[in-house]
């Protein structure tokens, strides 16, 4: 049997590190990913799901409309490439909160005292983190098939897509939490949402060829401001006022997220 | 160490139905004691220690716990305790030392004291073969040892158990209990803990507080609610055509109440059972009432329950149940 002494651990605990929003937020990313890294065959599949999209739906896309696309259809499809999979695996991440709300594992973080804001930003970017490792693999792949790589550009492009992410990813924590107690909802909701967004933001297909209306409500998704300053991006420019535009869609999904998912989770344990 | 003041919770189901979970719970805990919060399924236990751990605001009332007020200061209770939920604490796609040295860097250990202490309740709590498995691969009892160790990975003063051995077979909650009892000893701590198993509160508590409805309607030792509200039971088996003189001299017993008189059998409750019986025997005795069988039954707290509420803990259980 150990010796466990009270007073040691109570001074370790008074002399410990400050309290900040960096260091919950690090310390929840770093929980998520755990889980991940112990389980390498997951994230081997996960990693190559972009490629397995962009080699069944690239050449489709080339095939119909390859000539009318600005730098050609790799540079106008890898960056929409990675926005898509920002899409799809922050608006999925409230899946795993409904799942530790379920087995208590989100309650016991709850008391302890971590912000209620890093529960939610951690949590969002650790779905960044494969993304960036995507990010490298799909480039890598592409540029023996003539796309372009402008780094300065794509690390702005990054960064931008981890701001939109943690946005998304905290809606998808607050629709977790408002339903927690029918958990079948949250698929119906977030496919519900997640398929107009992304087909009218321009990312698969271009929407200029399509109809008046569908160009009208393109402008009211924050994702078309999105796709377009990454595209902007991947292409080297990283001051025109489409990237402007990019970012401003993108820090107001974050505020937006972050405020609505704050609220929801602070009432989440009644 | 706890301190509250008319707590209420009111939860609003819809415009028409407010559900008044908790109405008005005053109750002091000193330093070290151990309490069970006993009560049926909906009774007001669960919403009163969430209120406490800053899960939920109370509606009204005021509650300190470990020297701070729940409403204007969570931050600093959620330093001070520890808590172990109904549910399981642990993640379970985590390894078991990954989620207890977690646990003990979001509490402010910096990295090697995490390590350290994590390893030693891993030791303690005889966790120490699972460190490497996955969560979702322990048993119930495994798990639930893994939610007290988290629980425990700061060293609160103070450690909150909802429900600890639900689920549980006995053996493994008999197990739990050594546990937690041992770690209790080693950190002076003070714990609170709610349970609807009777026999878990008699045992393990000091003090028991009984909850119906929202609001204490008991608090005291297991030993002096049962004397107070229960009452020890004499059960006298006399010789046939016997019944009706046997029964007059029950009655004359000091305190004696609720006698009933059945077949050949009588059950009377009094305050102190072992010295009514031998009395009651020397008075059958004396007047030529044959006595076939005498026995003493000791109250259990379901008995209190019974007595307070005019409803037995198991029956709450299932209206309580019926209507969630």
Known sequence: MSTLTVPTVAVEITRSVKRNLFRDTSIVMRRELKPVLHDPFSLIFGMIQPLVFLALFGPLLAGSLGGTLDGGVWQWFVPAILVMTTLFGTSATGSNLLFEFQTGAH??????????????????????VPLFGQAVIVVAVMIPFGFDLHLGGAVVGLALLAVFGIG???????????????????????????????????????????????????????????????????????????????????????????????RTMLRSAD | M???????????????????????????????????????????????????????????????????????????????????????????????????????????????????RSEELLESLELGELARRKVSELSGGQRRRLDVAMGLVHAPGLL?????????????????????????????????????????????AERVVVVDHGEVIADDTADA??????????????????????????????????????????????ANGPEALPELIGAAQRTGVPVAAAQVIRPTLDDVFLNLTGRSLREADANGKAAA
């Open chain 1, 107 to 128: 309650e016991r973080m709850l008391v302890t005292p971590l912000s209620r804001s890093s529960l939610l930003i951690g949590r969002a970017l650790k779905e960044m």
């Open chain 1, 168 to 262: 998304l990813g905290s809606f998808s924590y607050a629709l977790a939490i408002a339903v927690r107690k029918q958990d079948w909802m949250f698929w119906v909701v977030q496919q519900t949402f997640l398929f107009p967004l992304m087909i009218l933001s321009g990312m698969l297909l271009p929407l200029e060829t399509g109809p008046e209306w569908m160009r009208v409500a393109s402008k009211f998704n924050p994702l078309s401001y999105l796709v377009d300053a990454e595209r902007t991006l991947f292409a080297g420019d990283v001051s025109s006022t489409t990237v402007l535009w990019g970012w401003i869609a993108g820090l107001v999904t974050v505020a937006a997220g972050l405020t609505v998912g704050i």
């Open chain 2, 2 to 116: 706890i301190s509250t003041r008319e707590l209420t919770k009111d939860f609003v189901v819809s415009r028409t139905e407010t559900v008044h979970a908790v109405r008005g719970i005053s109750l002091d805990v000193e330093p070290g004691e151990l309490v069970a919060v006993l009560g049926p399924n909906g009774a007001g236990k669960t919403t009163t220690l969430r209120m406490l751990t800053t899960l939920i605001a109370p509606t009204s009332g005021t509650a300190k716990v470990a020297g701070y007020d729940v409403s204007t200061d969570p931050g600093q209770v959620r330093r001070q305790i520890g808590y172990v939920g109904q549910g399981n604490g642990a993640g379970h796609s985590q390894r078991v030392r990954d989620e207890l040295y977690g646990q003990g860097v979001i509490y402010g250990l910096d990295s090697r004291s995490a390590k350290r």
């Open chain 2, 160 to 204: 909150f158990l909802d429900e600890p051995s639900t689920g549980l077979d006995p053996q493994n909650r008999a197990n739990l209990w050594d546990h937690i009892l041992r770690m209790r000893e080693q950190y002076s701590m003070t714990i609170v803990l709610t349970t609807h198993y009777l026999d878990e509160a008699d045992s393990m």
């Open chain 2, 225 to 270: 609610l049962k004397a107070k509200l229960a009452g020890d039971q004499l059960l006298l088996t006399v010789a046939p055509g016997n019944l009706a003189r046997a029964a007059e001299l029950t009655e004359q017993l000091l305190g004696a109440r609720d006698v009933v008189a059945q077949g050949d059998q009588i059950s009377v409750r009094v």
